[in-house]
């Protein structure tokens, strides 16, 4: 085998590493990492030794099997757990994502037949609609690997801070199992900490009250925690914010009042704290994120809000690239 052919995954991973090592909370991880095994996938298929090139191969099957899967199942899974989605949850248009998309995905698989028979002028939207949709793939799985790999990092318990992200209230005052988990994740990091020979954290509850809350999302979160045990003289309250900007930035106020440390962590579910961590990294907060358990069925239709929310946070550079795919399948179109 030619080792010289590993430099490149090894020089890819190596360039990840550093940059995922130096500040995890960028998109730019997500895309590096996708790179790495990409090219090294490249590298064990083309290798003369029969083992690696046997894993690659494998890899590939895998690989190929699991899109085909995919393109099959995707639709009756998205309608499947849209059902379970509203039927365990609420009819709000956050929780019709799924659902939305599977329609995209229905009129795509009917329409795609008929696009030969069409004019050009009705082929150009339909080709503009699947460049997009392509680039949209490509970004999400971008955003899927960052949010995973992000959400696999063991932060040291050596914390000063703990800020517990809030969410809405169930009939105005009561904690829902989501927001609960982000509490217990929470307070039991503190407790471990405490476990180990450390000091007990602060913990920040941050949210403020809706108009169709009679309390506070911080107040319900503290009065949670106490009843649970933990003690009130640590904790604090935010009770100003509205969004996750918000919360970082009025609870990174506290911080700079209190000031017992620099050590900040925050709690919220798994899917949210990536995007959360950007929020922080904006205002200025050196803090990471631990991430609370989350329903399966809740998975993808969070991942796919906390997707678009990530592409508005970026919606100049995105409308870019997708005008430029509009160009590209106008000059297409001209030159078919």
């Not at 699947?130 to 799985?141: I, P, R, V």
Request: net charge positive; no cysteine; proline share 4%.
């Amino acid at each position: 085998m030619d080792y010289l052919t590993l430099l490149l995954p090894i020089l890819l991973l190596s360039i990840w590493y550093i940059s995922f090592h130096k500040e995890p909370r960028q998109l730019i991880n997500g895309f590096l990492f996708n790179i790495f095994v990409i090219s090294l996938i490249g590298v064990l298929a083309t290798s003369p030794i029969n083992f690696m090139k046997n894993s690659a191969v494998f890899i590939i099957i895998v690989g190929a099997i699991g899109l085909i899967l995919l393109s099959i199942g995707t639709i009756p899974f998205l309608l499947i757990n849209t059902g379970l989605v509203f039927k365990r949850e609420s009819y709000s248009l956050a929780n019709m994502l799924g659902l939305l998309l599977a329609i995209v995905l229905i009129i795509r698989w009917f329409v795609t037949p008929l696009i030969s028979t069409w004019p050009w002028y009705l082929q150009l939207p339909f080709n503009f609609a699947s460049l997009t949709g392509l680039y949209l793939m490509f970004a999400f799985l971008n955003f899927l690997s960052v949010s995973i790999l992000y959400s696999l990092r063991r932060p040291k318990y050596d914390q000063d801070y703990i800020i517990v992200l809030g969410a809405g209230l169930i009939n105005g005052y009561k904690v829902s199992k989501l927001l609960a988990n982000r509490i217990k994740r929470a307070t039991n990091f503190a407790d471990k900490q405490i476990l180990l020979g450390g000091k007990r954290p602060i913990i920040i509850f941050s949210g403020g009250q809706g108009n169709d809350e009679s309390i506070s999302e911080a107040q319900a979160m503290q009065k949670w925690a106490i009843d649970s045990g933990y003690p009130e003289e640590f904790t604090l309250l935010e009770d100003k914010s509205t969004t996750t900007f918000e919360n970082m930035r009025f609870s990174k106020k506290i911080i700079d009042l209190d000031h017992r440390g620099d050590h900040i962590l925050f709690s919220s579910n798994n899917y949210h704290i990536f995007r959360a961590a950007i929020f922080a990294r904006m205002v200025g907060v050196n803090a990471q994120g631990i991430g609370g358990k989350t329903p399966w069925y809740f998975l993808p239709n969070a991942f796919l809000r906390e997707f678009i929310a990530i592409l508005m946070l970026h919606k100049n550079r995105h409308f870019i690239v997708v005008l430029l795919l509009l160009l590209l399948s106008i000059f297409q179109q001209l030159f078919k």
